[in-house]
């Protein structure tokens, strides 16, 4: 984790930050990614990185695998291979089980701190009352030292194991010192340089920079360079990004003079943003001159009609980026919702059949989901509806509504169907998630 400030090393909850999903940005961390995975050891269809939408220079994992990248980070980087260097530390984590080991340092920690209460108690009851206090201060202090030297030993083991993950897949460590940099400057803006490491989450940046340099130097890919068509990718990347969560800072940084593709991606969602649909769609068509069968920029065009209310206008594009993108399941998704706005009953099927296909290939975009939850109900297959409903509520944290919705299904369903068993699964993850809450009562019949 390269968290600038002291936040909680391992353990941030990712479900309190949204989530943003991106066809071309996941293509590109699957490509990034898919390298130092393969030298962590581990499959690269199970390990999933994952863009958040937070300001902070951060990168963190939790439990199962996944790498958790937030959107502060991708802007702040330089280039491809500082992005990289994130991802191999964070995989560092992974692999070292950090994220379910951190209970182990706050486990030890509470048994000190509890100690020391005990003690002070005693020396209270005894009628030493500063002593008493003293000691419970003292054991405070001591508790919280010895969980922050856990947290720093996992972060120097992941550094370890992102450098590894590094030279064993050929990629220059120059990124990770340039990003550390990148964080000690940071430190320096609030005077964290004048403490040391020993109430600290995470070691000094320059702790860190000094022990990675010489590791780096002598390995095979210091002088390697980043490929051009990857680097170029993210700076495409970064760039709609950019524009995306913060559109008026976006137009400063990427202003009209500039006529390269990332500027005009920038441009393109900032003006889109800022409901200048007329503009966004002009730097889309700038973009589709450089590359008329680019399915990403086709997908942008698509968005850009369908969100600003012409949707017959946006199929055609999104077909092309359908077909040009290999059948991505969001843009799919996209171009169902883009046939279903149409309200033309005829491409109703072609919509049914996206969204079939895209929820089979990705199940976790709620709203395909709720689109084929429409498209259920307006054939009357109520049951199927439902069904539709309790997938998107279990995605979006509705246990409560996704527990009645698969009931619903389950009542409509043949038992025994893929559906059935799939309603049945819901409803008892659902319940079991209700269930933690001791004031809950199951009063549903089954």
Not at 164 to 182: N, Q, R
Not at 320 to 330: C, D, G, R, T, Y
């Amino acid at each position: 984790m390269l968290a600038v400030l002291l936040a909680c090393a391992i353990a941030q909850p990712a479900a309190a930050q949204s989530v943003l999903r991106d066809s071309e940005t996941e293509v590109l961390f699957r490509d990034i990614a898919k390298p130092l995975i393969e030298a962590a050891g581990h499959d690269p269809k199970s390990v999933e990185v994952v863009l958040l939408n937070d300001p902070e220079i951060n990168a963190f994992v939790a439990t199962g695998q996944k790498v958790y990248l937030q959107s502060g980070l991708i802007t702040a980087a330089d280039n491809v291979n500082q992005v990289q260097a994130v991802v191999a530390h964070e995989l560092g984590h992974v692999a070292g089980g950090h994220a379910i080991r951190i209970d182990e340092g706050a486990k030890e920690a509470t048994g000190i701190a509890i100690a020391t209460m005990v003690l002070g108690a005693i020396a209270i009851a005894a009628g030493a009352g500063d002593a008493g206090m003293g000691i419970m201060a003292a054991g405070q202090r001591a508790a919280m030292g010895r969980f922050l030297a856990f947290t720093r030993t996992q972060e120097s083991s992941a550094d370890m194991a992102g450098a590894k993950y590094l030279s064993a897949a050929g990629i220059s460590g120059k990124g990770s010192l340039e990003f550390f940099k990148k964080l000690q400057n940071q430190e320096f803006r609030i005077a964290v340089f004048e403490k040391e490491s020993y109430d600290r989450t995470h070691p000094l940046s320059r702790e860190r920079i000094a022990t990675l340099t010489d590791i780096y130097k002598k390995d095979p890919a210091w002088e390697r360079p980043s490929d051009p068509a990857l680097e170029a990718r993210f700076q495409r990347v970064k760039a709609k990004l950019y524009g995306f969560v913060d559109p008026k800072q976006a137009v400063i940084k990427y202003p009209e003079s500039n006529q390269s593709v990332p500027a005009h991606y920038a441009r393109a969602y900032a003006y889109h943003l800022g409901a200048y649909p007329d503009k966004a769609l002009a730097e889309a068509d700038a973009l589709l001159k450089t590359a008329p069968n680019d399915p990403f920029f086709l997908e942008l065009k698509g968005q850009i009609l369908l969100e600003s209310g012409r949707p017959a206008d946006a199929v055609a594009p999104l077909r092309e980026s359908v077909a040009a993108a290999n059948q991505h399941p969001l843009i799919q998704a996209m171009l169902a919702h883009a046939l279903i706005s149409t309200e033309k009953p005829a491409l109703i099927p072609e919509a049914k059949a996206m969204l079939k296909s895209a929820v089979n290939r990705d199940n976790q975009n709620p709203f395909a989901w709720y689109q084929l939850g429409i498209i259920y109900d307006r054939e009357g297959d109520l049951p199927r509806a439902m069904l539709a409903t309790a997938e998107r509520s279990n995605l979006e944290g509705k246990p409560k509504l996704a527990l009645s919705s698969a009931r619903a299904a389950m009542k409509g369903i043949p038992a025994g169907t893929p559906d059935h068993i799939r309603a049945q699964d819901i409803a008892m993850v659902s319940l079991a998630e209700l269930k933690k809450d001791k004031r809950y009562k199951d009063t549903t019949e089954q």
